[in-house]
């Protein structure tokens, strides 16, 4: 398939904001999307319980492929959906966070959820070694698009890892467009942790953690928006021959 259109979001799990309260909310502006720039898959992070089973339901009449991780005592998920996906696999990054990986056609296509840092001052080696096992598994694939939740800024050395590795961050391809504001999304100022609250002032109120990294891949089209969750939403969509 020479496009598809895939997306990432961190649809947040804690007990201040239910999900249970939100999850039609979710679904609903996944649809809303969905009918206005078809989707072919969706990598979701923080999905609490059958949440993710509901959504690709939803979108796709599938039940997509979860995996329990992270914060157990929430039943906190990371997993992916969509339609003509491969069989879906689970690894280990290490520090109490897995990955999902799938194909569509040639491509492999990634949905991870960095560790949230610790402290920022100094910078810790969790992420460093998680960025770490994600690019020694894709490493040999030509073709890959990776989403997720980054939990940190793009121009830390977490992800100018992923750039060294060869891989462009998808919204630097698109004219006038850069790395997108991604949290926080309005009415979850809440949650902020005094450490962000920091790098929010210094960004003038939002920072960019989410989006896609591509490799042999040409970006088209991107977006993001807005629904009940802490991170925006954030989409692309690609050509699968980078010479067309």
């Known amino acids: 398939m020479p496009e598809f259109t895939a997306l990432t979001w961190n649809v947040h799990l804690s007990d201040i904001y239910p999900q249970s309260q939100r999850i039609d909310s979710i679904r609903e502006t996944l649809l809303r999307l969905h009918r206005k720039h078809p989707l072919d898959a969706l990598g979701l992070q923080e999905v609490e319980g059958n949440n993710g089973e509901v959504i690709a339901e939803a979108l796709f009449g599938n039940q997509?492929?979860?995996?329990?991780?992270?914060?157990?005592?929430?039943?906190?998920?990371?997993?992916?959906?969509?339609?003509n996906l491969s069989e879906v696999e689970f690894f280990d990054l290490g520090h109490h966070k897995t990955a999902a990986l799938a194909y569509l056609g040639s491509t492999a296509l990634v949905t991870t959820h960095l560790r949230r840092q610790p402290k920022l001052f100094p910078f810790g080696p969790e992420q460093i070694e998680q960025v770490g096992a994600l690019l020694e598994r894709v490493e040999d694939i030509d073709q890959v698009l990776l989403g997720g939740d980054w939990n940190c800024l793009w121009n830390m050395l977490p992800r100018k890892m992923i750039e060294n590795a060869g891989f462009e961050p998808a919204f630097t391809q698109l004219p006038g467009k850069n790395h997108p504001k991604t949290f926080p999304a309005p009415g979850f100022e809440a949650l902020i942790p005094p450490e962000k609250r920091v790098l929010l002032k210094l960004a003038r109120g939002a920072i960019n953690l989410d989006g896609f990294y591509t490799k042999g891949l040409k970006v088209v089209d991107g977006g993001t928006g807005i629904g009940p969750s802490d991170h925006s939403y954030v989409w692309v969509t690609v050509d699968d021959d980078p010479q067309t």
């Open 64 to 83: 997509g492929a979860w995996r329990l991780h992270s914060r157990d005592d929430l039943q906190e998920h990371i997993g992916m959906a969509g339609v």
